[in-house]
């Protein structure tokens, strides 16, 4: 079992550039959610996708968007990129939303934005 | 909106001493997390508390769940350097059928000295 998986490890960005942030789940897994951890920080949660559909948002503007497909895989978009974007994005794995499951993270991707 | 908060949020311990983090949160949940994190790295779990009294012990750290006083510990017995690391916990603010929405405290900085 692979765990959690995310792609890529690092990325450095321009401002106002886009950038797509990609997770393959755990095995058995079909609920992904995003958090944002800046330096320093705890995780903060972006979003949760279940069902190929946007379940639960935090209080990140629609810069952020994400999908998942039917694989469960998912991907986090954010547009017009702002230096405060750099961050460990964390992608988190679990057993749908409603099955209170732990949830398993991956390695993160450290995006830097310049 | 749920506020989770943890104290310490640095401890400087000595090797083979005794010590225990505090998480307290502000709305009702029954779902608790910690996570521990080395620099650089993404969260690894460490235990899941799922119930009122709940108590895992797992080597040199035991946690306990007290949903009435909103409170969660993480005690650490007879400190090791391989301890030092961030640690997190998170609280699950959903029920019914939205599970999978963490919040993180802040974080609690451990560092264990020969």
Redesign the interface.
């Known amino acids: 079992d692979a765990g959690v998986t995310q792609s890529p490890t690092h990325l450095i960005k321009t401002r106002g550039q886009q950038v797509t942030l990609r997770c393959s789940p755990k095995s058995g897994h079909d609920?992904v959610?995003w958090?944002q951890q800046a330096l320093g920080?705890?995780?903060?949660?972006i979003f949760?996708y279940y069902e190929e559909e946007e379940?639960?948002r935090?209080n990140f503007p629609d810069r952020f968007s994400g999908h998942q497909f039917p694989n469960y895989s998912s991907e986090l978009n954010v547009n017009a990129l702002l230096l405060g974007d750099s961050a460990l994005y964390?992608c988190?794995s679990?057993l749908r939303?409603?099955?209170?499951t732990?949830?398993?993270?991956?390695?993160?991707t450290?995006l830097t934005v310049v | 909106e749920l506020k989770?908060e943890q104290n310490p949020l640095f401890l400087s311990m000595q090797e083979g001493k005794n010590y225990t983090i505090y998480c307290n949160y502000s709305t009702t949940s029954d779902?608790l997390?910690w996570?521990r994190q080395d620099p650089?790295?993404?969260?690894e779990?460490l235990f899941?508390l799922?119930s009122n009294g709940a108590v895992k012990q797992e080597g040199r750290l035991m946690a306990s769940l007290d949903t009435k006083a909103r409170l969660s510990t993480l005690h650490i017995t007879a400190a090791v350097h391989d301890l030092s690391a961030t640690y997190?916990c998170?609280v699950?603010n959903?029920g019914?059928?939205?599970?999978?929405?963490?919040?993180?405290?802040?974080?609690t900085i451990l560092t264990v000295h020969p």
């Open positions: 609920t959610s958090y920080q705890g995780p903060q949660f949760q379940r639960q935090g964390l988190a679990s939303p409603g099955g209170g732990e949830a398993f993270f991956g390695q993160g450290r | 989770v779902r997390y996570y650089g790295k993404s969260l779990s899941v799922l997190f998170a699950d959903a019914g059928t939205s599970y999978g929405k963490l919040t993180f405290g802040q974080g």
